[in-house]
């Protein structure tokens, strides 16, 4: 009898599930619409979209700005910023070095340091090989060709996708890791800088190349945040000779280059090789223009980066001198000098406590939060300020999300950056940019989550509700009333003195930040 087989259970082949990640369309932390939006991109296969849909959709956002009207368009008879932009490539082509901060002054003079000339000197000859009649010396004077205007928007955008777009991807990088920021995290931190309306509509609407001293700014923080200081100092002089106004920021990268020096030791080598390299960027950067015409060219160029013969302000803008005006009459009452004695003095005691902050603390995570700090004292006080220059103290207070996105970080900078947009309202309403405006407004305002969110504590959730209702009010009453005859300024000066009773306030929140920073960095170190 043969042996029974013994039997052996047949396994059925299972088919391997693939496991599903789910996706969830609630609001996760950190509980606002533009983090649900970067929400799907959080797991790791999918980080490496995250900066190419982030730089895709900030160039169709400032595209699509720059689709609408610029500041000067058939604007009779001197146009405005895209005129004098344009001028300055005719100028710097057409003309000898030599006569670049000479050449007919009242039409457009060249106002900024070297830096912006040879900037423009390059647009400028890239676009006489593309059509040489927009840039000929004195017939092409306020040009308003639509093909112009397709290339000189492509400039600010080039620009700023080479310098400032770069400057801050890595400066979220390496400041996020200072506090220990996930990688999703860092993209909506990123994402919120690189959406910012203000910088967004000055550069792509109004038109001006402000995103380029911003990001050779940030290049030199970034330097800074890596210890490399030689570069962080080249990169930072180049922002200065590129834009007077990074003169806003040079104090407290001086009080934190300077404390960085003498503690917890003197550092007599590092201090001298941050001199050298100082002298020697300015030295590179002024050299064409001694060589083309002596030093002369230096006193001249100063005497037009620095006008201080326009007085305390240009056109109405939300800081002291301004607001207060309408009860003192300065410009009555005082002389040029003591008006200047007296702001210089303003400006010192405002930004010395954030300098001090600074200089004690050198830390590398107060760096942004005390710019801004020192920003918002240049812009509330110092002489000759335009209402563009908010966008100083705004740029650092966003860039303090890629170290923290805590719902009150996040509620009271959108808040800044929606009243710094809506003081530039009588600007950008004459430029006619009233549609950009709005669109940006709201739509920085709903990703940002300010209809939904508000501060934790009273007193800012008074001040906020009651800063966007004054908001509103003056927009309804600008277009239901329009403009009284009598009082032809009046939406204009109320702009001004609600901006400014929030400005105010901003550079108290960013002192009282700064200085919990600071503390809170010495008590994890002792």
């Known amino acids: 009898m043969p042996f029974a087989q013994p039997y052996f ?65 058939e604007s009779l008879p001197m146009h405005g910023d895209f005129e004098a932009q344009r001028h300055w490539m005719e100028i710097t082509t057409q003309l000898p070095m030599k006569d670049w901060y000479w050449h007919d002054l009242e039409w457009w003079g060249l106002d900024y340091p070297p830096l912006t000339a040879y900037h423009s000197w390059l647009i400028g000859a890239i676009g006489n090989l593309v059509r040489p009649s927009w840039f000929e010396l004195h017939t092409s004077r306020g040009l308003d060709d639509p093909k112009l205007k397709f290339f000189m928007r492509a400039t600010v955008v080039i620009s700023e996708y080479i310098t400032y777009v770069p400057a ?28 910012q309306p203000s910088l967004m509509i000055i550069d792509h609407g109004h038109f001006q190349y402000n995103s380029v001293m911003f990001g050779l700014t940030y290049l030199a923080v970034d330097c800074f945040l890596t210890d490399h200081l030689l570069f962080g100092s080249l990169f930072f002089v180049l922002a200065l000779t590129f834009k007077q106004m990074a003169l806003y920021y040079a104090p407290v990268i001086f009080a934190y280059l300077l404390g960085l020096s003498v503690f917890p030791r003197l550092h007599f080598q590092r201090l001298f090789l941050l001199g050298v390299t100082v002298i020697a960027t300015f030295t590179l950067i002024l050299a064409p223009l001694v060589a083309s015409g002596g030093f002369i060219q230096i006193s001249q160029c100063l005497s037009r980066i620095f006008p201080f013969s326009r007085g305390l302000w240009e056109d109405k803008v939300a800081n002291f001198w301004c607001a207060s005006n309408v009860i003192v009459k300065y410009r009555q009452r005082f002389s040029g000098a003591i008006l200047q ?48 220059s908010v966008l100083l103290p705004l740029v650092p207070a966003t860039s303090f999300l890629a170290g923290s996105l805590d719902s009150e970080n996040i509620v009271w900078v959108t808040w800044m950056n929606n ?33 939904q969110n508000t501060s934790d504590h009273w007193a800012g959730k008074m001040i906020h ?19 009284p005859e009598r009082y032809p300024d009046i939406w204009v000066v ?33």
Request: charged fraction near 15%; glycine fraction near 6%; include cysteine.
């Open 9 to 73: 259970p047949q396994r059925t082949k299972q088919k391997k599930r693939r496991a599903i990640r789910a996706v969830s369309l609630a609001l996760p932390y950190p509980g606002f619409p533009l983090a649900s939006f970067l929400h799907p991109l959080r797991s790791t296969a999918s980080q490496w979209l995250v900066i190419p849909i982030l730089l895709l959709v900030a160039f169709l956002l400032r595209w699509a700005v720059g689709l609408g009207a610029y500041s000067g368009l």
């Open 168 to 195: 801050m991807v890595v400066f979220v990088r390496v400041y996020g890791k200072l506090f220990d920021m996930s990688v999703y995290e860092k993209a909506v931190s990123l994402a919120a800088i690189l959406i």
């Open 341 to 388: 004695q007296a702001s210089m003095l303003a400006t010192f005691v405002a930004i010395f406590p954030s300098c001090v902050i600074i200089f004690l603390y050198p830390r590398k995570r107060l760096l942004p939060i005390g710019m801004s700090a020192c920003a918002w004292g240049f812009f509330l006080f110092s002489f000759q300020v335009h209402e563009k």
């Open 419 to 451: 009243i710094a947009l809506f003081s530039m309202w009588p600007l950008l309403n004459r430029d006619g940019l009233a549609l950009q405006y709005a669109v940006l407004f709201i739509l920085f305002g709903w990703l940002m989550g300010t209809f």
């Open 465 to 483: 509700i009651g800063s966007y209702v004054a908001v509103l009010a003056i927009h309804i009453a600008e277009k239901a009333i329009g403009q």
């Open 494 to 526: 109320g702009n001004v003195l609600i901006s400014f009773a929030c400005y105010v306030i901003a550079w108290g929140w960013t002192l009282l930040k700064l200085w919990q920073e600071a503390r809170t960095d010495k008590d994890k170190n002792d």
